[in-house]
């Protein structure tokens, strides 16, 4: 059974950092695309950054780059989202997805959703 497990989300102030960690099982995470995607409460499921399976191919959203980083370790089967510099409108639950072949970084793109992580940046 194919499985995208998201963890390393919580509460953290303005200007702190967290990683969150995507792990799978069921399959082989070196084959696919991987994106990591967000939703805030009543707002649409937005792109945060997607990365191909060979890590040579990286989309961030605008909202995040230079602050977020996204890497691979296909030799653990997990990809990671560094995310430094948070803000409150960061605030979201932070889902990664699974795809075959990379492509455009959007959520209606991806196949393999995992349940998702929550973060919280608050004072």
């Known amino acids: 059974q194919l499985q995208l497990v998201e963890s390393g989300g919580g509460l953290v102030q303005p200007g702190g950092s967290l990683r969150l960690s995507c792990a799978a099982s069921?399959?082989?995470?070196?084959?696919?695309?991987i994106g990591w995607f967000r939703q805030a409460p009543g707002k649409e499921r937005e792109a945060v950054s997607c990365i191909s399976s060979s890590g040579g191919s990286i989309d961030y959203a605008d909202s995040v780059k230079g602050r977020f980083t996204i890497s691979r370790d296909n030799a653990n089967n997990t990809v990671y989202l560094q995310m430094n510099s948070l803000k409150p409108e960061d605030t979201a639950i932070y889902y990664c997805?699974?795809?075959?072949?990379?492509?455009?970084?959007?959520?209606?793109?991806?196949?393999?959703w995992g349940q998702g992580t929550q973060v919280t940046v608050s004072s």
């Open positions: 069921g399959f082989t995470l070196e084959h696919h695309a």
């Open positions: 997805a699974a795809k075959e072949v990379f492509s455009i970084c959007m959520p209606s793109f991806y196949d393999y």
